[in-house]
């Protein structure tokens, strides 16, 4: 097994172990990004009272809702192609085997724009999941009729993958599963800032390691922990506006009623957002964000790195001992 192809799983396993731990806040997070109701606006809520508030009303399902497509679409994305153009680099002599800065947004950022056009209808699937409440029965004044009393019996059916599908459909047909393509482009400089600010450091922390009196280069766990998170919040501070545009193009449209949520593309609704909400609806959610991707993206590093490390390791032990069967005697 080549080194860039256990790179790739590797990146892959630690995208999805790093989706099933940080799940809730991404639901949380994408309720908050399209959030657009003045009167709950008013009333604001912590992340964690707001997980817990999802969990009461609608029950520990909501914050898993859209989990199997988004770990579809988590692991496409991390099959990254910096890490098999770096090692296929090394095989040819060039370089180390890590991709330099500027390789790094330039291959990130092409191999991202192909990776956007395949995998966004799973994402916005995803965000039509995560966005989709339990409609709350109004509050009756009178004495119900027998069909009141029955159709408050009757639990509506769960909003799984192919009701959200269906849902865009009918709103925008087949196109509408690109609905946010083009913010998401954008958002394909986010992990290239965030692959090219994890190079970095880690260049530089084994420079300083080399360096050090004991001489050792070797990295921790910990410490890829650490540069994985950092990395990544530099990378969320930076595009974070981009990403609520994304999550309220994808979002179930307001057909009727407030046309100040009613957006017609990328720009109508950048301006829109800045007009009536001010610069803060363009980082609503934010707190919760930064938590949930630097966790999920150090989680994802570490896992990453073990894997590696572990694969190598069974592939060296196993290399060894073919050899010593192979060997005459």
Not at 166 to 176: M, T
Not at 204 to 232: H, N, P, Q, W, Y
């Amino acid at each position: 097994m080549s080194d860039a192809l256990i790179n790739g799983l590797a990146g892959a396993g630690g995208g999805i172990i790093a989706q099933l731990i940080t799940y809730p806040l991404q639901t949380v997070n994408t309720r908050q990004q399209t959030e657009r109701d003045p009167k709950k606006e008013k009333r604001k809520h912590g992340t964690v009272e707001q997980i817990f508030q999802v969990v009461k009303q609608e029950g520990w399902g909501r914050l898993y809702c859209g989990l199997a497509p988004s770990i579809i679409g988590t692991a496409a994305s991390q099959m990254n192609k910096a890490e098999l153009t770096a090692y296929e680099r090394k095989k040819k002599g060039f370089g180390d085997g890590s991709v330099g800065m500027l390789s790094s947004l330039m291959v990130a950022a092409l191999s991202g724009c192909v990776n956007v056009l395949l995998t966004n209808p799973i994402w916005v699937v995803v965000t039509r999941m995560q966005t989709h409440t339990k409609k709350s029965q109004p509050n009756v004044t009178h004495s119900p009729s027998p069909e009141e009393l029955i159709l408050a019996a009757v639990e509506p059916p769960p909003f799984g993958t192919t009701h959200a599908i269906q849902e865009v459909y009918d709103e925008a047909g087949f196109l509408g599963f690109w609905k946010g393509v083009f913010p998401t482009l954008i958002m394909v400089s986010n992990p290239s800032i965030q692959f090219m600010l994890y190079e970095t450091f880690l260049k530089k922390l084994k420079k300083r390691r080399v360096s050090s009196s004991k001489g050792a280069s070797d990295i921790t766990a910990l410490e890829i922990f650490l540069l994985g998170a950092l990395a990544k919040l530099g990378a969320t501070v930076v595009t974070y506006p981009v990403l609520v545009v994304k999550a309220r193009l994808q979002a179930k449209q307001v057909t009727n009623g407030d046309k100040r949520h009613q957006y017609k593309g990328t720009l109508d609704a950048i301006l829109k957002m800045i007009r009536y909400e001010g610069f803060y609806g363009c980082y609503k959610g934010m707190g919760t964000k930064i938590v949930q991707s630097v966790l999920a993206a150090a989680v994802l590093f570490m896992v990453k790195e073990e894997l590696v490390k572990g694969s190598r390791w069974l592939l060296t032990t196993k290399g060894t001992a073919d050899s010593v069967k192979l060997k005459p005697r």
